[in-house]
């Protein structure tokens, strides 16, 4: 089977270079192993990249998220972890249930909410909406909630990237 994997490695000077590794194994004419064939490449800036953006959007006192840019009727493909701190929820109980969002939005909001997602969608507009949204503890939560649709490089909808903040006070 191919090999592919990505880890650290030190160099001679004592830093840290992260590699991605991939390899095949090279058959004779009777399909036994004769070598591994292979290449590493560096990824250590996109590495320190990823680090940087998770370490970002993980510390910040807002609820991010990226999520699908055709359907707000599923449950986002990422939530930062503090859904939790915010909603009272875990991230299991929010990847759950692909309706888990709708079903704990505020039932006066639920229909606004919803035609404010869909006409972003439709539109590509950002999203701008306030709402009430039921925590795991019971109380009810205002959060500003704010996207907008990211584009691949011929246009299409790739996925909406946004955040949501509590307004309560």
Do not use: C
Not at 17 to 40: E, I
Not at 44 to 50: G, I, L, N
Not at 56 to 73: F, N
Not at 78 to 94: A, D, K, R
């Amino acid at each position: 089977d191919p090999y592919e994997a990505e880890y650290r490695m030190f160099r001679r000077d004592g830093t840290v270079k992260w590699v991605h590794d991939r390899a095949v194994t090279v058959r004779d004419k009777r399909g036994r192993n004769v070598h591994w064939q292979g290449f590493l490449v560096d990824v250590t800036a996109r590495k320190q990249a990823e680090a940087r953006y998770r370490s970002l959007v993980e510390q910040l006192p807002l609820i991010t998220y990226v999520d699908s840019p055709y359907s707000s009727d599923e449950a986002a493909a990422y939530v930062s972890p503090q859904i939790e701190q915010i909603l009272g929820y875990s991230l299991e109980e929010w990847h759950g249930s692909p309706t888990f969002f709708v079903d704990h939005l505020h039932p006066e909001d639920r229909e606004r909410v919803r035609d404010s997602q869909r006409h972003s969608r439709h539109t590509g507009e950002p999203l701008e909406v306030e709402y009430r949204f039921l925590a795991g503890d019971g109380r009810v939560v205002w959060l500003h909630d704010s996207y907008t649709i990211v584009r691949d490089e011929t246009g299409k909808p790739w996925f909406t990237q946004g955040f949501a903040v509590d307004v309560t006070a």
